[in-house]
């Protein structure tokens, strides 16, 4: 599978961005989405993640509560809405997809654990 995300870009402190990431192919609903984020000087990190069949979801504790992830399996995207954006949330952010088999709804957060990887968006939070 092919991702291209978009929807970066700069905002002041306490604005929102939804970042979209469209997928090629016609198996994007097997696919387990996730977003990480990379700021300057630092490892990349999980931000959140939305599971193949229910869309289950899991968030960082960062952003939970601030953002939310979405699939629309018909369009093949997956979304990232960040609402009360801080500075601290200024990065490159990066969707990425998986389709391993976990026992007990277990949704991956490392990036280790993805296979497939677009090019990321970068979000600028101005305070």
């Known amino acids: 599978v092919q991702l291209q995300a978009s929807g970066g870009g700069l905002v002041q402190a306490g604005g929102s961005l939804r970042l979209s990431c469209a997928a090629s192919?016609?198996?994007?609903?097997?696919?387990?989405m996730g977003w990480f984020r990379q700021a300057p000087g630092k490892e990349r990190e999980f931000v959140a993640a939305?599971?193949?069949?229910?869309?289950?979801?899991y968030y960082a504790d960062s952003v939970k509560g601030r953002f939310t992830i979405s699939r629309d399996n018909a369009k093949n995207t997956v979304y990232l809405q960040m609402n009360s954006l801080k500075p601290e949330d200024t990065a490159v952010y990066y969707c990425?997809?998986?389709?391993?088999?976990?026992?007990?709804?277990?949704?991956?957060?490392?990036?280790?654990?993805?296979?497939?990887w677009g090019q990321g968006t970068p979000v600028t939070v101005s305070s």
């Open positions: 939305i599971s193949r069949s229910v869309g289950d979801t």
């Open positions: 192919g016609r198996t994007f609903s097997s696919y387990t």
């Open positions: 990425t997809a998986e389709n391993n088999y976990y026992i007990g709804g277990y949704i991956p957060r490392t990036s280790s654990e993805y296979d497939f």
